[in-house]
């Protein structure tokens, strides 16, 4: 078989008419796609689009180097009871010349009535094989095309590559070929070709280009075919003249498709409250959940006051990692205990959760300044007024303001932790003349030079929030009320 370089050599050049003809990477996708059309019948009127068929097109690029075009369009329609329809599979190359195809006529009228024509490439020549189906007899017939004879003999795959390729470069011109029937007849095809005008189709106003295809037979049966396509390549409307039928294109899609336009699906999950039928399965699902968990935590009373001992643990506490302690704390309730690896600081967090309550019970840290103090002392000092004026001591004088209301026992306890506190202050360099704002003001205003703002031990409670200016302006007001 001669290499494919040699055959398009012999066969037809369409640089003959149209010089700059090229299918490059940007025409080969634009060439490429599915369309769909109807078939309806011309004596109904034309607001009628009943269909009594389907017509579909779909072009894919093939080969190695995707420089081939695999075209395949089917077609079927029902008329007065009879089943009847098209099928035709080609490939041909980016020049239009047809490498092989097949072609098949039918209907189902008391049986089936089938027309087939092969088509393929063999040598120089096309070879051609007719076969023809009755209910009771079947005969095929070969032929062979030469093509020395037949080199402008184009297929009916490749005529649909050609009237997308004219419609995507607004071709003005005729164009002459031959063309193969499903008899195996060979015919004239002239292509007429008209640029796109703006007109009125099918209640669309959009920019139409024309194709007038003539083809006449050596016995002089003459037909014609009106093309309608978008700019695109689409087809608008296939008008066989002498056919009481007209494939239109499917109502459903827009003929006005703007180009370089990249239709996108909303993902479902941020337009779905907008769909009716899935907000009312969303809602019907939820209300069932809340129904059924409501009367599991009736059945269940003692859920709510395991939660209700969880967050009153979690609050007094307080845990730096909530995440593990919460599961050591309810792993305690599994029904299979398992080692659970989920801290991150790679601390050890297996440790009894009733130890680490009683630790934090038994003492309890300032959480500003760290100085630690015994739960009595906290419930006497929580007790007490922040009512008082403010003086600037040093830090004896302020110990000593400090533990002047508690009693013996408890001063000196509170005196060995504070100076545990005042040590650990010095290893951190941390200052004695710390500062804070005043809470209306926002003048600066000095603390109790041991500890820190907004503190909760002994000392800190014993500082004015406010500064002097601002406590003197509040007895004013208070007096004047």
């Known amino acids: 078989m001669s290499s494919k370089e040699e055959i398009s050599c012999k066969l037809f050049d369409i640089r003959k008419w149209i010089p700059e003809f090229s299918i490059d990477d940007i025409n080969q996708k634009d060439l490429c796609f599915r369309e769909t059309l109807i078939i309806c019948s011309k004596s109904k009127p034309i607001k009628d ?7 579909c097109v779909v072009v894919e690029s093939i080969g190695p180097k995707a420089w081939e075009f695999l075209i395949h369009v089917q077609s079927s329609m029902s008329i007065e009871g009879h089943v009847g329809g098209s099928k035709l599979i080609s490939s041909a190359t980016s020049k239009l010349h047809c490498l092989e195809e097949k072609r098949t006529e039918f209907m189902y009228d008391d049986g089936l009535h089938e027309k087939t024509i092969f088509m393929g490439i063999e040598d120089d020549r096309y070879h051609i094989k007719l076969t023809r189906t009755c209910p009771c007899n079947k005969s095929i017939e070969t032929k062979d095309l030469y093509f020395s004879t037949n080199s402008n003999l184009i297929s009916e795959g490749a005529n649909i590559l050609l009237m997308r390729y004219l419609a995507l470069i607004n071709y003005e011109g005729t164009l002459c070929f031959e063309n193969i029937s499903i008899d195996g007849d060979v015919a004239k095809s002239n292509y007429i070709c008209i640029p796109a005008e703006h007109m009125e189709l099918d209640g669309h106003f959009l920019d139409v280009y024309t194709i007038e295809r003539n083809i006449c037979k050596e016995d002089g049966t003459f037909h014609t075919i009106r093309t309608y396509l978008t700019p695109k390549g689409r ?22 498709i703007p180009s370089k336009t990249i239709r996108t699906e909303t993902p479902l999950k941020d337009r779905w409250k907008e769909d009716i039928e899935m907000f009312s399965k969303y809602l019907d699902v939820k209300f069932a959940k809340i129904a059924e968990l409501t009367e599991y935590l009736a059945d269940h009373p003692e859920i709510k006051q395991l939660i209700a001992d969880y ?19 309810f792993k305690a309730f599994a029904k ?13 967090y297996d440790s009894d959760v009733i130890s680490q309550l009683a630790e934090k019970m038994s003492d309890t840290s300032c959480n500003i300044c760290g100085f630690y103090i015994d739960r009595t002392t906290v419930k006497q000092i929580s007790s007490t007024s922040f009512t008082g004026e403010y003086e600037i001591k040093s830090s004896d004088d302020c110990t000593k303001s400090i533990y002047s209301k508690d009693s013996n026992d408890t001063t000196s306890d509170i005196q060995e932790k504070f100076d545990v506190s005042t040590s650990r202050n010095e290893i951190f360099n941390v200052s004695l003349e710390l500062k804070r704002t005043c809470d209306q003001c926002q003048a600066i205003v000095q603390v109790c030079g041991e500890h820190k703002f907004y503190s909760k031990c002994p000392g800190c409670l014993k500082v004015f929030r406010i500064c002097t200016k601002c406590s003197t302006i509040d007895q004013i007001l208070q007096k004047l009320k």
């Open 49 to 55: 689009t009943k269909p009594i068929g389907g017509y």
């Open 311 to 329: 967050v009153q643990i979690l609050l007094v506490v307080k845990p730096e990692n909530v995440i593990d302690f919460t599961i050591q704390h």
């Open 336 to 348: 299979n205990p398992m080692t659970w690896e989920t801290s991150i600081l790679c601390e050890d």
């Open 235 to 256: 087809m608008l409307r296939h008008n066989w003249l002498d056919v009481p039928y007209i494939l239109k294109i499917n109502p459903l899609d827009d003929p006005n």
